[in-house]
């Protein structure tokens, strides 16, 4: 049911929507940054090492990133709106079986059983706005939307961390039922049950096959990226891996070309439009990852900053994220989406290359400002990226298609992740120090601080020149796509 005061075909329906919306994408963005600041005290409170109490985190990425290619396609055939609500109530389950864990081992079961109702509104929140805006205005929508993402990286931390500091770390899970319960209200009271509940087209059929074989291929991929920096690249179980997700990758592939009714089309990466644009936002969050992950462990061992203070420090760099994602997005519905990729990447280049140049002794300020520049490349590119590539897929794949972008985002992540830490260790290693990165933090060894500050150093000019080949694949790209029509 619709609220009566509200009509569907004003111009001012599409907001309402977006509100409506926007209450579910801060709610999943704000929750996972305030259990990053919470891991911690989760630690202490179960008595756990900080590994072991980080697989709540990691298995909470594994099934929103194994889940969101399916549960994408799901809401093209069953209706949109009702596998949104659905997730959410899932979603608000886990969260209360959460705080109410006795053991890490349930926690870290009820946070992937989050994951698993995350992954149903990820992709069907971002396909529901789009499909309440016209084409023209596919990149402001986008860029209102990167606008909700910075507010909830701003407000997760600060919440987080006062909640779990006055309440109890509980109490962390239970402030994101609330969200969840508010998300679920705004979406049944707003959005019209004729329009997102319908069943999309495209055929009903599931493509169960292609399903298990995507599931598999991410799962596999996810362990490969955050086992091998641990074991070794070299390893045998990590090689079997790559074997396993290459074969995996191959039979998705052969299949969904085979398929009648495919999990995703992949005939569209035929088109530069898709493949570059793909290729290129996989790159850009690998980068911001790497900037998000290595930094606060610098801050704290070489410039004695608290965690409180550091949560300080990013905010402007959030904050910049919600500036130049509605501008960027407004603007490459005017004038094209190339010269708003080619800079964005490029400012984030710039930022990577200032933060190579930390000494153990830098000043805050190139800090600040690299991630500044970082995360304001990050902003500008991402909307009119998204809208170009979005423009390719007929409205009845936008839920398959939206989840494929969050899932290309959620793996960037953990790869930059994987990456940044590949490097830092070697470096570490080969200066004749074991790759403990929570232990520079407590010591005051100087070699120690040294040779993580010079794996840091290169780990950011490497990806530097990794997010370079990005900006060469935004500019290649055509300018002026045409959007495809059902």
């Avoid at 709540?56 to 889940?67: E, Q, R, T």
């Avoid at 794996?455 to 796509?481: C, D, H, K």
């Amino acid at each position: 049911m619709t609220l009566l005061i509200l009509d569907t075909r004003s111009r001012q329906y599409k907001w309402w929507v977006f509100l409506a919306l926007a209450i579910g994408t801060f709610t999943s963005v704000a929750d996972f940054g305030s259990l990053n600041v919470t891991m911690p005290t989760i630690a202490d409170h179960f008595g756990t090492d900080l590994p072991t109490a980080q697989w709540v985190l990691i298995g909470y990425a594994l099934a929103i990133s194994a889940l969101l290619l399916p549960m994408g396609r799901l809401s093209d055939i069953v209706g949109r709106k009702r596998v949104y609500i659905i997730g959410f109530v899932i979603f608000i389950a886990g969260g209360l079986f959460a705080g109410t864990s006795d053991s890490i081992l349930t926690l870290i079961m009820f946070k992937v059983l989050q994951g698993v109702g995350a992954s149903m509104t990820q992709g069907t929140g971002m396909a529901m706005v789009l499909s309440s805006f016209p084409d023209k205005e596919r990149g402001k929508a986008i860029g209102s939307f990167i606008t909700v993402v910075g507010s909830g990286n701003v407000a997760g931390p600060a919440l987080g961390g006062f909640i779990a500091g006055s309440l109890g770390w509980q109490w962390v899970f239970y402030f994101g039922v609330i969200l969840g319960l508010l998300a679920i209200a705004a979406v049944s009271l707003v959005l019209d049950g004729a329009k997102y509940s319908r069943r999309g087209g495209g055929g009903a059929s599931f493509d169960w096959l292609g399903a298990a074989l995507s599931t598999s291929a991410l799962i596999t991929f996810l362990l490969v990226m955050t086992s091998a920096p641990r074991l070794g690249w070299l390893y045998p179980p990590v090689l079997g891996g790559i074997a396993a997700l290459v074969a995996l990758v191959a039979a998705f592939i052969k299949w969904e070309l085979r398929a009648r009714t495919p999990m995703i089309d992949v005939r569209l990466f035929k088109t530069r439009i898709v493949s570059l644009g793909v290729a290129a936002q996989f790159i850009s969050f690998i980068g911001n990852s790497s900037v998000r992950f290595l930094l606060p462990f610098y801050m704290q061992a070489a410039l004695g900053y608290s965690p409180q203070q550091i949560g300080l420090i990013f905010i402007p760099s959030s904050i910049a994220m919600i500036v130049t994602g509605p501008i960027s997005g407004r603007l490459s519905d005017r004038f094209g989406y190339r010269w708003f990729t080619v800079g964005g990447m490029s400012l984030s280049v710039c930022g990577l290359l200032l933060l190579s140049t930390l000494t153990t002794q830098s000043s805050v300020w190139i800090v600040a400002v690299g991630m500044l520049l970082q995360t304001s490349g990050t902003g500008t590119f991402y909307p009119p990226n998204n809208s170009s590539i979005m423009q390719q897929v007929p409205e009845s794949r936008y839920g398959v298609m939206s989840g494929f972008i969050n899932l290309v985002r959620n793996s960037a992540n953990i790869t930059g992740t994987a990456v940044a830490t590949a490097i830092v260790a070697a470096i570490m290693v080969s200066m004749g120090y074991l790759p403990n990165l929570s232990a520079i933090a407590q010591t005051g060894d100087d070699g120690l601080l040294t040779a993580f500050v010079s794996g840091l150093r290169l780990a950011y000019i490497s990806i530097a020149g990794l997010v370079f080949i990005g900006v060469i694949f935004s500019f290649i790209r055509p300018n002026e796509p045409r959007a495809d029509t059902d």
